[in-house]
């Protein structure tokens, strides 16, 4: 996943980074567009029209990123790997095969457990996978009768029980370099936090800063603004994704979702004063 993570158990048995080793690993092998032999690259090579059997976990996030494409109007979408490439951020930097196809993720079809595409279209689950990692590790963690413990992957955590000391896991969300803005500390009990910023993957480019988060309606990186959007969400794999929607949709489109889905979630906008802060009904009311 490009990234690094770690864990913190109270009372761990034996066997428990193997255990989480074996969950990143298979993760990797269903869903990475790194690994040219991975489920996703498979998928993606597949003639188009020809239906293809999918492992569990990688249906279970196709199946979650093509509801939120669909909540969200398509600005979260899992088949937006053609335009992920094409801009650079994905395995074949600036490759484009054929123009941008309108709305990628109505060009995936599912039924059972298998699934085809209708278009020459790529899945990508940057937006959504390290959650549902976090989730996957939770999973596995309780399986070995783990009851207290956060679960940290490239800054999406997820903290079940308490810490030793009868305390919460209380977390500070990343703030975006360079800005100023208020610590948003929460408690993570049974509860999962993803953010996605402007700073984590990004170049310059004519002195212009690209985002990697591609704003499906215009086929482009979303326009300079959002610097980060954070959702806290009991999946992972959900907050993960919403935070993607939020953020290519921007301040006011964004979060006026959110707070329709009762969702707790922060903005932060760079302005040319620094920096102004959006906050959803549900998240005043979770720090309240």
């Not at 109270?10 to 428990?16: A, I, K, R």
């Not at 484009?96 to 298998?114: C, D, F, H, Q, Y």
């Not at 679960?151 to 209380?170: A, S």
């Not at 009991?234 to 935070?243: E, F, P």
Request: charge should be negative; glycine fraction near 8%.
């Amino acid at each position: 996943m490009g990234t690094d993570w770690s864990a913190q158990i109270v009372d761990p048995p034996e066997g428990c980074a193997t255990a989480i080793e074996t969950v990143l690993a298979r993760i990797i092998d269903q869903m990475s567009n790194w690994e040219a032999d991975s489920a996703i690259s498979r998928f993606n090579r597949a003639p188009v029209g020809e239906w293809m059997p999918l492992p569990a976990d990688m249906l279970t996030v196709l199946r979650a990123g093509l509801e939120i494409a669909r909540l969200s109007n398509g600005a979260f979408d899992p088949a937006i790997g053609r335009l992920v490439d094409l801009w650079g951020f994905g395995p074949t930097r600036g490759a484009a095969s054929a123009l941008p196809v309108p709305s990628p993720w109505t060009r995936i079809a599912v039924e059972g457990s298998k699934a085809r595409r209708l278009a020459n279209v790529a899945l990508d689950f940057s937006g959504i996978a390290k959650g549902f990692a976090v989730d996957a590790v939770a999973a596995a963690l309780r399986a070995l009768g783990v009851a207290h413990f956060l679960v940290e992957i490239g800054g999406e955590l997820r903290g079940d029980g308490i810490k030793p000391d009868i305390q919460p896991w209380w977390v500070d969300v990343e703030a975006p370099p360079g800005l100023t803005v208020p610590t948003l500390r929460v408690a993570l009990s049974n509860l999962a936090v993803a953010t996605s910023g402007d700073y984590r993957r990004f170049r310059v480019e004519d002195g212009a800063r690209l985002s990697h988060s591609i704003d499906p309606a215009t086929a482009a990186p979303i326009r300079e603004g959002v610097a980060s959007v954070t959702v806290l969400h009991d999946s992972a794999m959900l907050a993960d994704a919403w935070a993607t929607a939020i953020t290519v949709m921007g301040p006011d489109r964004g979060m006026t979702l959110a707070t329709r889905h009762n969702l707790a979630a922060r903005l932060v906008l760079r302005t040319q004063e620094g920096a102004q802060e959006y906050m959803t009904p549900a998240l005043a009311a979770m720090l309240g």
